[in-house]
């Protein structure tokens, strides 16, 4: 799942037949998790702790007082690190789909309600984009960039452009047929006025729930790039390289890999629940049925 | 079919152009001069001018692209600066290692998907159903690198059953070879298998309210009958589309299991080079990786018009 695919089968997946419409306590749960994971990012720097700090006299501490999730490998704050991983995370995961949802989200659109030779042209492009499996092209693009939190967000933000891009022109498509647009053109309204104020609130919600899904999936890549060492660079800490750093005393210590790989999990999983919630939600196709 | 087949490989066309310039413009563009790459920071701006003139490099760009295009098209991918290998030589010794990584996977991922799809689908609703349907859900959660590290944890320094990196040619010890390849397998197969699950699955259970299933049913025909040669075929089109997209997450994914197991495929060598900054291996590999990423989508869409006859006529 480390890629940026994630929407491609949106347009083909089903949602499971039987599912409520009314979120669930694991919904609730998944609200609780992020809003906890968002203060710890916030308010987790006014601990008394630092995430670089070695001490190299207390490696691989078990949690204590001092330490509250113990030390890493060469006697950092394990907790400290940890909330500036989830900083990364949320920074990186955030801003790259904002990116993707701008950009991608104003060709879509404009494909789906134009159409013609704009619609070819922004279609063929974003299939070139699809071309490259999105983790070589993201690994590429760093090698030759520097590995930066900017480049990073950047580039992941791109790679989500094609996926945003087609769910856009996919809703607009469907929503450009629809009477309250015809109307409005018959009213004589501009292009402007009815791309803004009569397209764009209908596809902002499907867009909002991919937007969660789309930050899952940034995550996901993040760590993957910063747990191979080709991420966020030293010595600022990304879960991704907690747990690459923690792969290296698995017998040891296991746990300093597996604390980041469990909030980590419990990360993405929540973005994933709450995405695909709204996600239901929001599905005209459910309403038809 | 044949006008079928002609009409993609048309379009296949400007597509592999399209990719071969988005990875040329890459490798030019973006900063890192491959002049000071090969010399390093000491060297004399003299120095630097003289390889730039050699090896083409102070020529304008679109001549570069296109006598690069002219050696690609003959089979010359380059040549590493560092160890002396051409391109194609490294990727042909490490493609095996890739393609028998992925199809373990794929077989491990469809031995566990298809099965458990049908399962759910003849039961949808019932607490087995939602079960699995919530833990694939959950597994869609776990990247790849995060499942490989509890792969190891588990089987490796726990257990000591398998081992946790490490390569030995199939030619060498067959049944070494395949005990180096269980844990990367598995863990691709982790990323794969609730993919296939959840799309089989809810085609398949609207494939079971079909009227030729309820005919079926009623001539008495056996339930296995029905499900594996009446339900599979028509509810495995979506599958196969998923199959296609699903190459470049496991590309994607073999990448990270390749170095996590250090099995020296085409995925480590990218990490590789990247690492070394060889920067032409990097360029033949990324554009040999899309290259076939583009082929293996051509042939799915192949093998999706040979399952739906409505596609290769043109009525989809």
Request: glycine share 10%; proline share 6%.
């Amino acid at each position: 799942m480390a890629t940026l695919e994630l929407g491609l089968d949106d347009e083909v997946a089903v949602a499971p037949i039987g599912r409520k419409r009314q979120p669930g306590p694991l919904f609730w749960a998944a609200i609780a998790w992020m809003g906890f994971v968002f203060a710890a990012a916030a308010f987790g720097g006014l601990l008394p702790f630092s995430p670089t700090d070695m001490d190299m006299l207390e490696r691989r501490a078990m949690p204590s007082a001092l330490h509250w999730l113990g030390t890493d490998g060469l006697g950092r704050d394990e907790l400290a690190r940890l909330i500036q991983g989830a900083r990364i995370s949320l920074i990186v995961g955030l801003c790259a789909p904002v990116i993707g949802i701008t950009i991608g989200g104003a060709l879509g659109i404009l494909a789906g309600y134009f159409r013609g030779r704009f619609e070819t042209l922004v279609v063929g492009s974003m299939d070139v984009l699809l071309a490259f499996p999105p983790l070589i092209l993201a690994l590429a693009v760093t090698a030759y960039l520097g590995q930066s939190i900017l480049n990073l967000t950047c580039i992941l933000g791109v790679l989500g452009i094609p996926a945003f891009m087609r769910v856009a022109r996919a809703a607009t498509l469907t929503l450009a047929r629809r009477e309250f647009v015809i109307a409005a053109q018959a009213l004589g309204a501009t292009h402007p006025r009815i791309l803004l104020r009569e397209l764009l609130p209908n596809v902002i919600l499907p867009l909002f729930a991919f937007f969660l899904l789309g930050v899952a999936v940034t995550i996901v890549v993040e760590g993957a790039l910063s747990f191979l060492g080709l991420g966020v660079p030293p010595p600022v800490s990304s879960w991704g390289s907690m747990i690459g750093e923690g792969r290296e005393s698995l017998e040891m210590a296991p746990r300093l890999a597996f604390i980041p790989a469990v909030t980590m999990f419990l990360t993405v999983l929540s973005f994933n629940l709450i995405g695909d919630t709204l996600r239901a939600l929001t599905d005209p196709r459910q309403g038809a049925l | 079919m044949p006008g079928f087949v002609a009409r993609r490989l048309l379009y296949l066309v400007p597509v592999l152009v399209a990719v071969s310039l988005l990875t040329f413009l890459i490798a030019s563009l973006l900063p890192g001069d491959l002049a000071y790459v090969i010399l390093g920071d000491q060297a004399t701006p003299e120095k630097v001018a003289a390889l730039r003139h050699d090896m083409g490099l102070d020529q304008p760009i679109w001549w570069r692209y296109l006598s690069w295009l002219g050696h690609v098209l003959q089979g010359d991918f380059g040549r590493s600066f560092r160890t002396g290998q051409t391109v194609l030589q490294a990727v042909a010794e490490r493609l095996p290692v890739s393609f028998e990584l992925m199809i373990m996977a794929e077989i491990i991922g469809v031995a566990v998907g298809v099965p458990l799809a049908i399962a759910c689908a003849v039961r949808s609703g019932s607490a087995f159903d939602r079960f699995m349907t919530g833990t694939a859900f959950g597994m869609l959660s776990v990247p790849a690198f995060l499942a490989a590290i509890l792969l190891i944890y588990l089987f490796a320094v726990e257990l000591r059953w398998l081992p946790a990196t490490g390569y030995i040619p199939f030619e060498e010890d067959p049944l070494g070879n395949l005990r180096f390849l269980v844990l990367p397998a598995l863990t691709l197969a982790l990323a794969e298998w609730p993919g296939i699950m959840r799309v089989l699955r809810s085609d398949m259970i609207a494939t079971l309210q079909e009227d030729y299933i309820a005919l079926a049913k009623a001539k008495g025909l056996k339930a296995s009958r029905i499900l594996f040669v009446h339900a599979l075929k028509p509810s495995s089109l979506t599958l196969v589309t998923v199959t296609g997209i699903n190459i470049g997450r496991l590309i994607g994914g073999a990448v990270i299991v390749e170095t996590i197991f250090a099995l020296p495929g085409i995925g480590r060598l990218l990490v590789g080079a990247i690492y070394t900054r060889d920067l032409v291996i990097l360029q033949g590999v990324v554009l040999f990786v899309a290259a076939g990423f583009v082929l293996m989508n051509f042939i799915v869409d192949l093998f999706y018009a040979v399952l739906d006859p409505r596609i290769r006529h043109g009525h989809a």
